[in-house]
């Protein structure tokens, strides 16, 4: 069955831009987590989200958004990019909690 | 909060030497514990985990952690490595109610030589 897929693979924004990055989980997975991994801060949790509800959220600006449809595909938005925002974004699936993750391949984000 | 310092950024070893790369978590509580593998440009594969039970957990690709709580350790071995083993390893600590929310270690970048 299909893995964990992440669209864009890259993407070029200037600052001040916004930006939405798409996952689509392992089919029948309920539960869709992102993080974002940097050179500097490497990998860190943003949120959670499990059947349409965000259930955990890590220590981000509000400008970082996401929110998960009734198909368990989810969306991550980010307003107002600013040039730290430049990452590998990855998503995560899993059945549920304590499930295995699963991780797509990310969404490279440049902020020019 | 959970935390995890994988104290090496950058190993090398040679092919068919053995490995370990360490990983020191904190936690209040009994950890889940996780070593994945990020080749470059790629997700993060999971190569073992634990939750409880025996504390030697054998992974895919011929990879064992030992948990040992009393040194706050989870540290990965492989007896021989393989050329094909050379990427960036990640060790994490999730919370006993839900591991998806997960903290990273920095990462060890493996190298290895013919």
Same mark, same amino acid.
């Given at each position: 069955k299909a893995g964990v897929t992440q669209t864009p693979r890259y993407l070029i924004k200037t600052r001040g %831009? @916004?930006?939405?990055l798409s996952c689509s989980p392992i089919s029948g997975h309920r539960s869709v987590s992102w993080? %974002? @991994?940097t050179p500097g801060q490497g990998l860190q949790f943003l949120f959670e989200y499990f059947s349409e509800t965000q259930r955990n959220k890590g220590n981000f600006p509000g400008r970082f958004s996401g929110r998960q449809f009734s198909n368990s595909r989810s969306e991550m938005n980010v307003s107002?990019?600013?040039l730290g925002d430049s990452a590998l974004y990855?998503?995560?699936?899993?059945?549920?909690?304590?499930e295995k993750l699963f991780f797509g391949s990310g969404t490279q984000l440049s902020v020019l | 909060a959970q935390s995890v310092t994988q104290p090496d950024i950058h190993i090398t070893v040679s092919e068919g030497a053995s490995l370990e790369l360490r990983c020191n978590y904190s936690y209040g509580a009994t950890p889940y514990l996780f070593w994945y593998v990020q080749s470059p440009g790629q997700g993060l594969q999971l190569l073992l985990k634990y939750f409880s039970g025996d504390t030697l957990v054998q992974g895919i690709k011929g990879f064992e952690a030992e948990f040992k709580r009393s040194q706050s350790s989870f540290n990965l071995r492989k007896p021989s490595v393989h050329w094909s083993d050379a990427a960036e390893y990640f060790c994490a600590v999730a919370s006993?109610?839900?591991?998806?929310?997960?903290?990273?270690g920095a990462g060890t970048r493996l190298t290895v030589k013919p």
């Open positions: %831009q @916004q930006v939405t993080y %974002q @991994q107002t990019l600013e990855l998503c995560a699936s899993s059945f549920g909690t304590n | 006993y109610n839900n591991n998806n929310d997960m903290r990273f």
